[in-house]
């Protein structure tokens, strides 16, 4: 299909692509746009009637948005019909992601009553409720018959954003109820709006934040939620799919956190290198100050270094088990809190459950360490006539720092959370820089008190 | 609300109880059974009217609907009844969670009609879409007019799961198109549904992993999906509140790979706690055994560190910085690929970032790591006379482990994916591990270099 296009675009047979389009379903055409490359696109899309045009923009990605913005801006009247087309939820989400005077340009374009509209979303907080809802949507009132609501719906309907939940308000537009269509449907054309209210009805206020939307569309199998202010006034509406990248994206931020990086809030390609680097380059910096205490607390261990070389050896292996154990726990703990599995309320419940996995853990790795120390000393001899104190020193302190990490990397979410903070920055990597130093000085006060006098 | 009704079970209300419960919503009454402690749950359940009682069981947690079932398994017509009366999909849901066993002893107290179904569901693979879909949809004919569709959908849309999304299909009941319950209310009674159609509708096969579910619904914005056998005929239909569960498992489980442990495959806090050490401790130990390769690694340079023991008091900073780089680029490239922004085509172009990437933010660390020996040896005089090369060991080491750190990162989920195995497995302690052993040999590589005949 592209192919076709792109030959039809190159041999400039503009009737010939304008039938095309008019058999092609929206969906189809915005994969095309996405996919043309640049100048191609714009000038396909200016092809395009004027409401498939509309359509076709919602659909495409937000680089793609801004490039045809771009293209069309010296095209006024082309520009500021599209602009006035777009449904109110796209059309924030465009702005927001615009520098602020192009938007100022943009607004201008608007028709008084769309730019009303614009101004009042963009006029929510940022990640709120207000930004996500759309103005357009069915409101009907009790006292009608079903017959009434579906002849309403016929004449009004064609600019809601969904009619699959239609919503009963009172004469002042306070929102009562709102009623799935099939409810609608499935009811005899004379039956009242009023019989089929339950009176129970899931609400957003415009100033809640957009993952309270997230779990809201999770627990009530609602393909749209209704939005009102703090006086119960029907605002708007927000659609299960507005929702949907709002999930994805929070998801992609906390798995970024939990990876131990700021979040990007763009496409990995399409971050500059740049931008790339320095969010990166801020935490690993500052794990990397952390981690310079691993060589402070093996500085104070130097003279047993120097006396028993072969304490250095093992280091890396016991600091990076009580990493890896801290990772586990901090990734499990971080995760229930997201989906709502575990509150604050429970970390005795979770200390207690990881008190023990940390114990169990801690005991399988010691066991492995200790057999390790003595096979290698009755196959090479090489830990001399104190490796049953050698063994014992990496078993023990494997079982501390196992130990250790488990319970920081499980307790820290719960800590950062109680803060306010985000448990998901109690990231892998935090959680064992964490672990190291204090790794370190576990396995080196074992090694003293066993040693002291053989080894030491 | 739940000690209201608590204390109407415990004074035995049950006619107080049977009033108050045709007064609640079933998202409420389904709140309500899931919070009751047994056995008050099941003595609440029984009270509910039977149609009532399939919704709320619906809307309850698997171990919820698991106990439920125990608990009635005494009453056979009762069970009987909500096992019909549930949707298909439900079904088959819960026959998954159970025993084989149970499942076929269930499954004869079926209609026959409803057994045909439920067989069938059952007979699709593990993770297919066939096991999600539901036969419960509306299929109209083109060539019926608006008011033909409305009627019909009023005496048989009932049992439908969704009417949001109507099917048309021909005589051979093969999937013409699927239309949005807006464009039949919004046309005219009189119209055709032959003229609404577009003929472009995306569907599901029924062997289609459920994967594809979950990025055909973000691709489409629709909140139903029809599935069709290889011979194109509509054999159900996907819901999208259903792939919400399932995109939420999968991302858990993306999670808990990058952590570094095998997937729970059920809530943290529902896990037993031997199984949640078993599944945390294979991959440790695992590990482990990798990470024990870093005290061979170390062994071989037992001589230079007993000649300069201040090598080792860097080990642990070194290591750990190419496992922080590398747990930063495999959480960015295994969430890209899992949102389809990255495939295994572009590993070229992700290199090409990624050594410039490594190589910044190795610079990065590499000066500070400098700074640091040459600061130290300022205040505290501890690094002797031949400190530059000290510091610039440390400096080139932190250069070459962060960079070789980066690109295992990045390039270990390609090649994960390449073999056709998960890139989520190529988690952060696993990267991290794989570099520490690395490490250490470009490490102490670079001080040979750098420091034979003065220090070594």
Request: with cysteine; aromatic share 8%; hydrophobic share 50%.
């Amino acid at each position: 299909m592209i192919s076709e296009i792109e030959t039809l675009l190159a041999a400039r047979e503009f009737h010939a692509l304008r039938r095309k389009i008019t058999e092609l379903p929206v969906s189809l055409l915005a994969d095309i746009v996405s996919e043309l490359p640049s100048p191609d696109d714009v000038i396909f899309f200016r092809l395009l009637p004027r409401h498939t045009a509309a359509d076709v923009f919602e659909y495409a990605p937000p680089e793609k948005q801004q490039a045809l913005i771009q293209a069309l801006a010296s095209h006024q009247r082309r520009l500021a019909e599209l602009l006035n087309d777009l449904a109110p939820d796209d059309r924030t989400a465009l702005f927001e992601e615009l520098p602020g005077p192009i938007v100022q340009r943009l607004m201008n374009l608007l028709a008084p009553e769309e730019k009303t509209i614009a101004a009042t979303l963009l006029g929510y907080p940022e990640e709120s409720v207000g930004r996500l809802m759309t103005p357009d949507y069915v409101a009907i009132r009790g006292e009608w018959t079903i017959a009434d609501a579906l002849r309403h719906i016929r004449c009004y309907g064609r600019d809601s954003e969904t009619l699959n939940i239609i919503y009963v308000v009172d004469e002042k537009w306070r929102l009562v109820d709102d009623l799935r269509i099939r409810e609608v449907l499935l009811a005899s054309p004379e039956a009242r709006i009023a019989d089929l209210i339950d009176g129970h009805c899931d609400a957003l206020l415009t100033t809640d934040d957009q993952e309270r939307a997230v779990r809201c569309f999770a627990e009530t199998d609602r393909v749209a939620l209704p939005v009102v202010d703090s006086s119960g006034i029907l605002v708007g509406i927000v659609t299960v799919d507005d929702v949907l990248d709002v999930a994805e994206e929070e998801v992609t931020e906390d798995i970024q956190k939990i990876g131990g990086l700021e979040v990007l809030h763009e496409p990995y390609m399409d971050t500059p290198l740049f931008t790339l680097v320095k969010k990166r380059a801020r935490w690993l910096t500052a794990l990397f100050l952390g981690e310079m205490l691993t060589a402070t607390a093996m500085g104070y261990f130097e003279a047993e270094i120097a006396r028993a070389v072969v304490l250095a050896l093992f280091v890396p292996l016991i600091i990076s088990s009580g990493g890896n154990s801290g990772s586990q726990a901090a990734t499990l703990i971080i995760r229930a809190m997201a989906v709502g599995e575990i509150t604050l309320a429970d970390w005795w419940r979770v200390m207690r459950r990881e008190i023990f996995s940390g114990l169990s853990l801690g005991a399988v790795l010691g066991v492995i360490g200790f057999v390790r120390v003595a096979v290698w000393q009755e196959l090479f001899g090489i830990y001399g006539e104190h490796w049953p104190f050698i063994a014992l020193t990496v078993g023990l302190s494997l079982i501390g720092v196992v130990l250790w990490g488990t319970l920081s990397g499980s307790m820290l979410p719960f800590f950062i959370r109680s803060l306010g903070g985000d448990p998901a920055t109690s990231s892998a990597p935090f959680v064992a820089t964490l672990v190291d130093v204090t790794g370190l000085v576990i396995y080196f006060s074992v090694a003293a008190l066993l040693l002291s006098g053989r080894l030491l």
